[in-house]
């Protein structure tokens, strides 16, 4: 009886803490095993009040579908309170095999609480049974993604577009919310998406069913080469309410809210390649419908006066991708570098518009010049031929201005003297004497008093010119453009050189962005990564948006490589780094 007693009291005494919990976090997951299409439940929960600061962990070898979703509870057991806050996470594997899943931590009281690892089998996608009552099924059903292309047919060079679609059934579902997962690529096709504006969506058909549905992308697409290419789908998470068949006491549809990846799959393009038959010699590229012109805005000119020859293609087709050919001068028609100016119009058929090169020429002589005429060719899409267009020669006037050194040349007959000892050597009796008295004195003549106030004369000339280079040094900005616009040059001068010649000029231009560097900063940039330069140079104080800029033609350098490149291109690479490297030395 007193034994009984005993242990009675010593229960009672040590009660309190027996009912006392223990600090647990511990992450538990819905199932061990799974098919790499299906999905788990992930929750970490801790058993104590105060958790701050929890940090997932890095869930790399899922895709995170929702999350994190937080819950707390307040409970009693046999008259003790208890307390549980969880996070959770919605998971789909990206790959099969053993996946261990790391601890997660969160801070309590000042320490640092982790929770256990999880280990996760991924298996071979399973076939998941199609509950036609299943809400995620009936949602799956019922909204469609969908890659709507052009033409599936194109020859090499033919922009072709690609337009996003999201449709909807909106009599028995209901989209909540979407997020891109998965974006599409373009091996093998030079692209440039068109904006999209926001819009509440379209009425519109759908396998012989009324839809809503929006655009969510649109892209121009031009093949580089023929064969089978891959466009890779693009895959977005759909979050929708379905319908349950219930109404709350309100009398309003009760629906479930499910998650489930729609994506369009994949597309393959077959892309013809262009006839070699009366392929043209001068064909460099250009596919589509074009004009061609080589026009000028003047046909006679002054002395010292300069004439713009402006060479345009204009019309329909892959514009961004044309070649412009070259005009050939005549010896003393001095032709400058062209200015290069495009004027094209993105539209979901293509590209529209004009491309010209403008020439400055000028006349180094008098005289009349003839420009030969230029021949451009294109393949032309409407009649699936290649076409020609010649301009017509022009011709350039210029009455005035200094003659040619041969046209002043006095020409002489010049006979050959022949040598014999024995000849009496010829002495001319006949010489032009001028008399001393009628020549000019110098002295107090008109050249006299010109030379004696010239001096004078050369001050206030003097002085301007001393006051115009006050102001340009005074010019600090206007210096130090002029100096990195030098200095871009004079980096960039190898590069320029090798347009037109694809590897030497990336090359070239690569090895001109590293020596700037390596000037610049004193940095041997020949080991280093580019996040290594982006930390340089953010340190150097240059904005995010120039270091982008530069890292984009490193970038372009290595692209281009390996892809197609024209002469246009090439260019106009050339001019992003001139640019760059300016700008980073004026915040330098």
Request: glycine share 6%.
């Given at each position: 009886?007193?034994?009984?007693?005993?242990?009675?009291?010593?229960?009672?005494?040590?009660?309190?803490?027996?009912?006392?919990?223990?600090?647990?976090?511990?992450?538990?997951?819905?199932?061990?095993?799974?098919?790499?299409?299906?999905?788990?439940?992930?929750?970490?929960?801790?058993?104590?009040?105060?958790?701050?600061?929890?940090?997932?962990?890095?869930?790399?070898?899922?895709?995170?579908?929702?999350?994190?979703?937080?819950?707390?509870?307040?409970?009693?057991?046999?008259?003790?309170?208890?307390?549980?806050?969880?996070?959770?996470?919605?998971?789909?594997?990206?790959?099969?095999?053993?996946?261990?899943?790391?601890?997660?931590?969160?801070?309590?009281?000042?320490?640092?609480?982790?929770?256990?690892?999880?280990?996760?089998?991924?298996?071979?996608?399973?076939?998941?049974?199609?509950?036609?009552?299943?809400?995620?099924?009936?949602?799956?059903?019922?909204?469609?993604?969908?890659?709507?292309?052009?033409?599936?047919?194109?020859?090499?060079?033919?922009?072709?577009?690609?337009?996003?679609?999201?449709?909807?059934?909106?009599?028995?579902?209901?989209?909540?919310?979407?997020?891109?997962?998965?974006?599409?690529?373009?091996?093998?096709?030079?692209?440039?998406?068109?904006?999209?504006?926001?819009?509440?969506?379209?009425?519109?058909?759908?396998?012989?069913?009324?839809?809503?549905?929006?655009?969510?992308?649109?892209?121009?697409?031009?093949?580089?080469?023929?064969?089978?290419?891959?466009?890779?789908?693009?895959?977005?998470?759909?979050?929708?309410?379905?319908?349950?068949?219930?109404?709350?006491?309100?009398?309003?549809?009760?629906?479930?809210?499910?998650?489930?990846?729609?994506?369009?799959?994949?597309?393959?393009?077959?892309?013809?390649?262009?006839?070699?038959?009366?392929?043209?010699?001068?064909?460099?590229?250009?596919?589509?419908?074009?004009?061609?012109?080589?026009?000028?805005?003047?046909?006679?000119?002054?002395?010292?006066?300069?004439?713009?020859?402006?060479?345009?293609?204009?019309?329909?087709?892959?514009?961004?991708?044309?070649?412009?050919?070259?005009?050939?001068?005549?010896?003393?028609?001095?032709?400058?570098?062209?200015?290069?100016?495009?004027?094209?119009?993105?539209a979901i058929s293509g590209f529209s518009g004009s491309v010209y090169d403008q020439y400055t020429v000028v006349p180094q002589f008098r005289g009349k010049y003839k420009i030969p005429s230029t021949t451009f060719s294109y393949f032309s899409l409407k009649d699936k031929t290649y076409k020609t267009i010649t301009s017509d020669a022009i011709i350039i006037n210029a009455p005035e201005g200094k003659t040619r050194a041969d046209e002043n040349?006095?020409?002489?007959?010049?006979?050959?003297?022949?040598?014999?000892?024995?000849?009496?050597?010829?002495?001319?009796?006949?010489?032009?004497?001028?008399?001393?008295?009628?020549?000019?004195?110098?002295?107090?003549?008109?050249?006299?008093?010109?030379?004696?106030?010239?001096?004078?004369?050369?001050?206030?000339?003097?002085?301007?010119?001393?006051?115009?280079?006050?102001?340009?040094?005074?010019?600090?900005?206007?210096?130090?453009?002029?100096?990195?616009?030098?200095?871009?040059?004079?980096?960039?001068?190898?590069?320029?050189?090798?347009?037109?010649?694809?590897?030497?000029?990336?090359?070239?231009?690569?090895?001109?962005?590293?020596?700037?560097?390596?000037?610049?900063?004193?940095?041997?940039?020949?080991?280093?990564?580019?996040?290594?330069?982006?930390?340089?140079?953010?340190?150097?104080?240059?904005?995010?948006?120039?270091?982008?800029?530069?890292?984009?033609?490193?970038?372009?350098?290595?692209?281009?490589?390996?892809?197609?490149?024209?002469?246009?291109?090439?260019?106009?690479?050339?001019?992003?780094?001139?640019?760059?490297?300016?700008?980073?030395?004026?915040?330098?």
């Amino acid at each position: 009886m007193f034994k009984n007693i005993h242990i009675i009291a010593i229960l009672l005494f040590l009660g309190p803490s027996l009912w006392a919990q223990e600090t647990s976090f511990k992450a538990t997951v819905s199932k061990n095993r799974l098919g790499v299409n299906e999905r788990l439940r992930i929750t970490f929960t801790i058993n104590k009040q105060g958790g701050d600061n929890f940090t997932a962990p890095n869930f790399k070898d899922f895709t995170e579908l929702a999350g994190p979703m937080q819950a707390t509870n307040f409970f009693e057991f046999n008259g003790q309170k208890a307390f549980e806050m969880a996070y959770s996470y919605t998971l789909q594997p990206k790959r099969k095999g053993v996946i261990t899943i790391p601890s997660a931590s969160i801070e309590l009281n000042g320490k640092t609480i982790k929770s256990n690892t999880v280990k996760i089998t991924v298996t071979n996608a399973v076939e998941i049974p199609k509950d036609p009552n299943d809400p995620k099924y009936i949602a799956s059903q019922n909204i469609h993604l969908i890659a709507e292309v052009s033409n599936s047919n194109p020859y090499v060079g033919e922009s072709i577009s690609v337009v996003y679609k999201i449709y909807v059934d909106v009599s028995k579902v209901n989209v909540r919310n979407y997020r891109e997962t998965g974006s599409p690529s373009f091996n093998g096709f030079w692209n440039q998406n068109i904006d999209v504006k926001q819009s509440n969506g379209q009425e519109g058909t759908f396998q012989g069913k009324t839809h809503r549905y929006a655009v969510l992308r649109k892209v121009v697409l031009i093949p580089q080469k023929s064969g089978k290419l891959t466009i890779s789908p693009l895959e977005m998470e759909v979050g929708a309410g379905v319908p349950i068949g219930r109404r709350s006491l309100l009398g309003n549809m009760i629906t479930r809210n499910v998650n489930f990846t729609a994506t369009t799959g994949a597309r393959t393009i077959e892309v013809k390649p262009l006839p070699l038959a009366n392929k043209p010699v001068v064909f460099t590229g250009a596919v589509g419908d074009y004009d061609f012109t080589v026009t000028t805005n003047k046909s006679e000119l002054k002395a010292n006066e300069a004439a713009q020859i402006k060479v345009q293609v204009s019309g329909k087709g892959n514009l961004k991708m044309v070649e412009l050919p070259k005009i050939e001068t005549p010896t003393g028609l001095e032709k400058y570098e062209p200015e290069h100016k495009e004027n094209i119009r993105t539209a979901i058929s293509g590209f529209s518009g004009s491309v010209y090169d403008q020439y400055t020429v000028v006349p180094q002589f008098r005289g009349k010049y003839k420009i030969p005429s230029t021949t451009f060719s294109y393949f032309s899409l409407k009649d699936k031929t290649y076409k020609t267009i010649t301009s017509d020669a022009i011709i350039i006037n210029a009455p005035e201005g200094k003659t040619r050194a041969d046209e002043n040349a006095i020409t002489s007959t010049k006979k050959n003297v022949i040598s014999n000892a024995k000849d009496i050597r010829f002495i001319s009796t006949n010489a032009t004497m001028v008399s001393h008295e009628d020549s000019e004195d110098f002295f107090k003549s008109d050249l006299f008093y010109l030379l004696l106030i010239l001096p004078l004369l050369s001050i206030p000339f003097g002085i301007f010119i001393g006051m115009k280079k006050q102001k340009r040094d005074s010019d600090i900005i206007g210096n130090k453009r002029r100096k990195a616009d030098k200095l871009a040059k004079k980096f960039l001068s190898q590069a320029k050189k090798q347009l037109g010649h694809k590897e030497q000029f990336y090359e070239a231009l690569e090895k001109a962005l590293h020596n700037y560097l390596k000037a610049k900063l004193q940095v041997e940039t020949a080991d280093i990564s580019k996040d290594k330069i982006k930390e340089i140079l953010s340190e150097r104080k240059v904005d995010n948006d120039t270091i982008s800029e530069f890292i984009s033609v490193f970038d372009s350098c290595d692209y281009a490589r390996y892809t197609p490149t024209t002469n246009v291109m090439m260019k106009q690479e050339y001019e992003a780094a001139r640019k760059v490297i300016v700008k980073i030395d004026k915040q330098l």
